[in-house]
């Protein structure tokens, strides 16, 4: 199913020239993933704090998302196409996607029409789906990255929501049913992913 991570070659493309400089400035894969979980601890800190009382604040979150999304793409770049993969990394670039994504969402569960139950819901199921797409790896498949609500189309959908809600935008209380239907986007994310996963490890082992 089609997906926003399709468009990730692209964008690389366009970083491909600045993470060179920053591979020659002695910049590691590492640093770039520390420094992006870092920073969206801080925006997403900044938000519980003070974003139900200043809601411009919510302007922070396309913004981060959008720089998160290019750290993301270069620090993949500097460890695939300047030999600074590691185990370490590995590590550190599917946690602290996690943890980005659960400080990045929780600020929504303090802004009217929603609530803690269901933004809960959908940063335990985000965490969900990154963790069906890595269990391909322990059968033998790719690490799976299948839609429809993957990390990139969560970042477009809280990048718009935050965008509304920080110019002032109405929130009708209809729009509380908004997180529940990106709760079952995950779901059904999670599911293609295993599904995914299990035909292609049954593939290479019938071959």
Known sequence: MATLYDLKPRFQALL????GRMAAAGITANQVTLGACLGSILVGLLLIGWG???PILFLLIPIWLFLRMALNAVDGMLAREFGQKSQLGAYLNEITDVVSDALLYAPFALVAPFGPLEVGLVILLAALTEMAGLQGLTLGASRRYDGPFGKSDRALAFGALGLWIG????RPDWLHWLMPLMALALAFTIVNRIRAGLAEARGKTAR
């Open 16 to 19: 491909r020239p600045m993470v």
């Open 52 to 54: 139900a009382a200043c």
């Open 167 to 170: 110019i002032g935008g109405p």
